[in-house]
């Protein structure tokens, strides 16, 4: 059976079981990544931006880069350990500063798909250059990324990541409409984009 087919009858058989997930006119997306995770940046740049870019005005996208780190409170302040070392913990705070503060939707998601693709997504240069690229002005975030409040965003996301039910055991970790189901995610990290068109109530032209 073509893929393309085995998407469609896959996603209509999850609907059937679960039609909360689908028939909806807008479709929220939820990802819980890592900045340096090879898995979430292949998924970031070949299957979710692409997707985005071709039907964002009906996607609701709730990016959430935390993952598998662990968060804890000492003397007052966060520290982070990331599975990736402290470098992904600073991409994963560069991340939260974007995406917590008040910036359009496109600039958020083109720095997230910039910063994924870039050679390194834990170096502060490529995040400025990332930032320009998207129409944020890097002295909006600097103080962020350098100071207390981003360690705030950070640890705000890490609850939102450890209250999943069912819990996050991996990432990249993908939620429909507020619902895991894995055979979703398995088809979304093939094909993010016919799996997502499956979702709709009325389909975008783009999906057509």
């Known amino acids: 059976m073509h893929l393309k087919s085995f998407c469609f009858l896959s996603v209509l058989f999850v609907c059937e079981l679960s039609p909360v ?4 006119d807008l479709v929220k997306v939820s990802l ?8 979430c940046r292949q ?9 985005y870019k071709k039907i964002k005005d009906f996607l609701l996208i709730d990016l959430v880069p935390f993952g598998k780190a662990n968060v804890t409170k000492i003397d007052g302040n ?9 470098k992904e913990c600073l991409g994963n705070k560069i991340q939260a500063c974007v995406l917590t503060k008040s ?24 995040a400025e250059s990332c930032a320009s690229n998207n129409g944020i002005l ?25 209250d999943l039910d069912p819990k996050l055991t991996y990432v990249p970790h993908i939620l429909f ?16 984009f016919k799996t997502v068109c499956g979702l709709f109530n009325t389909k975008p032209d783009a999906c057509n």
């Open 21 to 24: 997930l689908c028939k909806q």
């Open 103 to 126: 910036f359009q939707k496109d600039s958020k998601i083109g720095f997230v798909y910039c910063m994924m693709n870039s050679s390194d997504p834990g170096k502060i240069s490529i």
């Open 78 to 86: 966060w520290e982070f350990k990331c599975q990736h070392g402290p």
């Open 138 to 162: 890097w002295r909006d975030i600097v103080d962020c990324v350098q100071g207390t409040q981003g360690d705030d965003f950070l640890a705000h996301y890490g609850d939102v990541t450890n």
């Open 177 to 192: 409409n507020g619902i895991f189901n894995a055979t979703l995610e398995d088809l979304a990290r093939d094909n993010f």
């Open 43 to 51: 998924f970031v740049t070949q299957e979710l931006y692409p997707g």
């Open 32 to 39: 819980y990544y890592e900045s340096l995770c090879p898995f």
